[in-house]
Each structure stands twice: as C-alpha cells, then as structure tokens.
C-alpha cells in the first residue's frame, strides 16, 4: 500500500487539479488531507472527492504531515503539495521498488507549470542542485518507506525549513532516489510575487540555513493563494 499525503490550507483553487490527476495513477493507494484551518472552500472541494480521508492538524506543513504520516497504513509515504501534480505511473513506480531495500527514499525532479523561459530555468538549476546533493524539497514529492520517516522522527516542527532539514537527516543514512519524470508545480506564486524575486527569496532563506540564521517567517513565507 502506498499513502498519499497532502497537507492544506486554503488550496480551493488548485487542490482539485492535483486530486484529479492523482486519481488517474494506477493502482491501490490512499489518499489522507490533512487540513490546517482553511477559511475558503477547501473543505467543500474535498467532499467532492470522497475517496480521500481528510483530518485536521494545527497549521504548518510539518505538523500536517507528521499528523498524515500517523494516520498512514502504506509501507511507502509520498508527501504531495496542494498545488503540485505527479506524473503518470509515479505510484506503480514506488511499487514495483517493494523488494529493493536499496531505495528507502526519494522524490522526483521539478517543474513549474507554463511556458516562462525563467520558470524552465529555475527549475533546471533546482534540479542540478538535487542531483549532487540529494536535499529534496517539499515540491519535489518526497517519498519515503514509513519505518525509515518514523525512525527519523518525521519533519522537524520547530525548523524553518522542515524538508530541507529532514533531508539533511535522511542523507546521513540512506542516499536518495531521483526519478527522472518530473512532478509539476503550480507556478501562481513565483508569478504573482514576480519569478526573479522569488528565486532570490528562496537563495536567501536557504542561505540564511546554511548559516544556522533565524528566518524572519512574516517576510519570506507569505501565503500566495
């Protein structure tokens, strides 16, 4: 089995993209909301899509998904975002790897949905940057078999950049897998805050990690819905 999780919050405009195209991947697996206090129709969306389990956690992703991994009955974890969507066959892939006990982890590479020149670029820098350090984001669909996630004590709830700093734990044990067929992510938010000001932002924030810097949460994480 194979548990799909999906921390929410105010995802009315996307989620059902991202729920439709993963209906299409082929066989058994579930799929577990977990929403974070949403104040639009999130809710309403997901009573469309009976087939998901939605629960509820105190808002921020680590938290989201650490309540999902919980609930979770699969042997593989894949923690999706609200506005990222899988390619085909994403799940038969993680399947077919149940007897290599040399994969333990992983994601997926990364694009930005449209044609922007600028987002195809970002999105192969990101890309490089995986490749030799093995540090997946959270847009990049991380998955996980669960008794790897839990003994590495899920994601950090008091960490800034909780993908980041997870990754940074699971690639002292095991070197993660890149599957080569890219995840695609809603590109809104790059676009609306303008696309080069946003790699800016994320190179400071990751900068500002490196360095073992606070983060100011109200200038570098506003919610672009």
Not at 13 to 31: D, H, I
Not at 81 to 107: F, M, S, V
Not at 165 to 173: D, G, H
């Amino acid at each position: 089995m194979i548990s799909v999780i999906i921390p929410v919050f105010n995802e009315e405009k996307v989620l059902p993209a991202t729920l439709n195209a993963l209906r299409l991947q082929s066989g058994a697996f579930e799929t577990i909301v977990v929403d974070g206090g949403s104040t639009d129709r999130t809710l309403e969306v997901l009573a469309s899509y009976p087939w998901t389990k939605v629960s509820r956690a105190r808002k921020g992703r680590a938290s989201q998904m650490n309540t999902g991994a919980c609930l979770a009955t699969g042997e593989w974890l894949v923690f999706l975002h609200a506005d990222t969507q899988l390619p085909d066959g994403a799940l038969a892939r993680l399947r077919a790897w149940h007897n290599r006990p040399d994969i333990k982890a992983g994601g997926f590479w990364h694009r930005f949905s449209g044609d922007r020149s600028s987002l195809r670029l970002i999105s192969w820098i990101d890309n490089l940057r995986c490749r030799h350090s093995r540090i997946i984001y959270g847009d990049q669909a991380m998955f996980i078999r669960r008794d790897l996630f839990m003994t590495l004590g899920g994601f950090s709830e008091q960490a800034t950049m909780e993908d980041v700093e997870f990754c940074e734990r699971l690639t002292q044990i095991t070197k993660p897998q890149l599957v080569r067929e890219p995840v695609v992510t809603s590109s809104r938010k790059f676009e609306q805050m303008g696309v080069w000001r946003s790699f800016l932002r994320v190179a400071v924030i990751l900068i500002r990690h490196e360095l073992g810097l606070a983060v100011n949460r109200g200038r570098f994480f506003t919610d672009v819905r």
